[in-house]
């Protein structure tokens, strides 16, 4: 649970003007790799912890994820303006569940893997806040109890990019297409995993949704979790969307979702896990760069 001592979380990096995907790029190398504590011991716990997770809860799981590893910038010096990013990505494995273990010190692991720490991958989550309907409402989920991490939790709608859907097993498995080309392809598939994403969670077809753009990354200051945002428009109604998403593909993840003003976003804000919360404070920016610019 979040802690009121403590802020909920850090911008780790704004883009008010929202970056469309030629102005976001990756570098995707093993260097930026999950690395394992050095303590042989504490590194066998995580799989002893998970083990002991999935006896509890048999509809956890694991597989490949990418894994965030730093970003740079060019293009200005001004946050108000257009700048493009590159994004540092590597790999790890991801197993779905919530444990805070302080012993675990962010600055000698980075962000490792999900299990039994919650420092989980940049792209375990891509959340959209959000998605925003032609009536100007903004789509919020309510977290089923079956899921990992914050059940019952108000969230934004979320999926996340798969190196299976590049073809990527490991570093070593390109075949005959060069760094750049799967650099391009990694890149590519953070935005199509969007779309996939919010179409199996909330039951829009693909022709509502315009293009998504990129407007930053926050991490939650519990468990130094990092999430990548993106903002999506829908071209439907509210009505509209509450209707499909009974019949959502993976609308076992959440119990309910809501529409409503941005207004009333932030009175529940607080209740949203602290990367969440970043990803609303994020949403506001871009909201004011744009009054800015008309």
Same mark, same amino acid.
């Given at each position: 649970?979040?802690?009121?001592?403590?802020?909920? #979380?850090?911008?780790?990096?704004?883009?008010?003007?929202?970056?469309?995907?030629?102005? %976001?790029?990756? =570098?995707f190398d093993q260097a930026y790799d999950r690395i394992p504590h050095p303590d042989i011991t504490l590194e066998n716990t995580i799989s002893e912890i998970w083990d002991g997770r999935v006896q509890q809860n048999p509809s956890l799981y694991n597989g490949l994820k990418f894994r @965030?590893?730093?970003?740079?910038?060019?293009?200005?010096?001004?946050?108000?303006?257009?700048?493009?990013?590159?994004?540092?990505?590597?790999?790890?494995? *991801? &197993? /779905? #569940?919530?444990l805070s273990l302080s012993f675990f010190p962010p600055p000698l692991i980075c962000y490792k893997t999900f299990v039994g720490t919650n420092l989980n991958p940049l792209w375990e989550r891509f959340l959209f806040p959000s998605e925003e309907t032609s009536d100007k409402e903004i %789509?919020?989920?309510? &977290?089923?109890?079956?899921?990992?991490?914050?059940?019952?939790?108000?969230? /934004?709608?979320?999926?996340?990019?798969?190196?299976?859907? %590049?073809? +990527?097993?490991?570093? $070593?498995? @390109?075949?005959?297409?060069? $760094?750049?080309?799967? $650099?391009?392809?990694?890149?590519? !598939?953070? #935005?199509?995993? +969007? +779309?996939?994403?919010?179409?199996? !969670?909330?039951? =829009?077809?693909?022709?509502?949704?315009?293009?998504? =753009?990129?407007?930053?990354?926050?991490? &939650?200051?519990?468990?130094? &979790?990092?999430?990548?945002?993106?903002?999506?428009?829908?071209?439907?109604?509210?009505?509209? +969307?509450?209707?499909? *998403?009974?019949?959502?593909?993976?609308? @076992?993840?959440?119990?309910?979702?809501?529409?409503?003003?941005?207004?009333?976003?932030? =009175?529940?804000?607080?209740?949203?896990?602290?990367?969440?919360?970043?990803? #609303?404070?994020?949403?506001?920016?871009?909201?004011?760069?744009?009054?800015? $610019?008309?």
């Amino acid at each position: 649970m979040e802690t009121t001592d403590l802020p909920a #979380f850090n911008l780790l990096l704004s883009c008010p003007s929202a970056l469309s995907p030629s102005q %976001v790029s990756v =570098v995707f190398d093993q260097a930026y790799d999950r690395i394992p504590h050095p303590d042989i011991t504490l590194e066998n716990t995580i799989s002893e912890i998970w083990d002991g997770r999935v006896q509890q809860n048999p509809s956890l799981y694991n597989g490949l994820k990418f894994r @965030y590893g730093g970003h740079t910038l060019s293009g200005g010096t001004d946050p108000s303006q257009k700048t493009d990013v590159c994004l540092h990505l590597g790999l790890t494995d *991801y &197993r /779905f #569940f919530s444990l805070s273990l302080s012993f675990f010190p962010p600055p000698l692991i980075c962000y490792k893997t999900f299990v039994g720490t919650n420092l989980n991958p940049l792209w375990e989550r891509f959340l959209f806040p959000s998605e925003e309907t032609s009536d100007k409402e903004i %789509v919020v989920l309510q &977290r089923s109890t079956n899921v990992g991490e914050f059940p019952g939790h108000f969230v /934004f709608p979320g999926g996340h990019a798969e190196p299976q859907e %590049v073809d +990527i097993t490991s570093h $070593n498995t @390109y075949g005959e297409i060069t $760094n750049q080309m799967v $650099n391009r392809k990694v890149s590519e !598939e953070m #935005f199509d995993s +969007i +779309i996939r994403e919010v179409v199996e !969670e909330i039951g =829009v077809p693909a022709t509502s949704l315009e293009k998504p =753009v990129f407007i930053g990354i926050s991490q &939650r200051v519990l468990n130094v &979790r990092p999430t990548a945002f993106f903002f999506i428009k829908c071209s439907l109604q509210s009505k509209e +969307i509450q209707e499909l *998403y009974h019949s959502a593909q993976d609308g @076992y993840e959440s119990i309910q979702l809501y529409t409503m003003p941005v207004n009333n976003l932030g =009175v529940i804000a607080s209740k949203m896990p602290g990367c969440h919360q970043g990803g #609303f404070a994020l949403y506001k920016l871009m909201l004011d760069a744009a009054k800015e $610019n008309k």
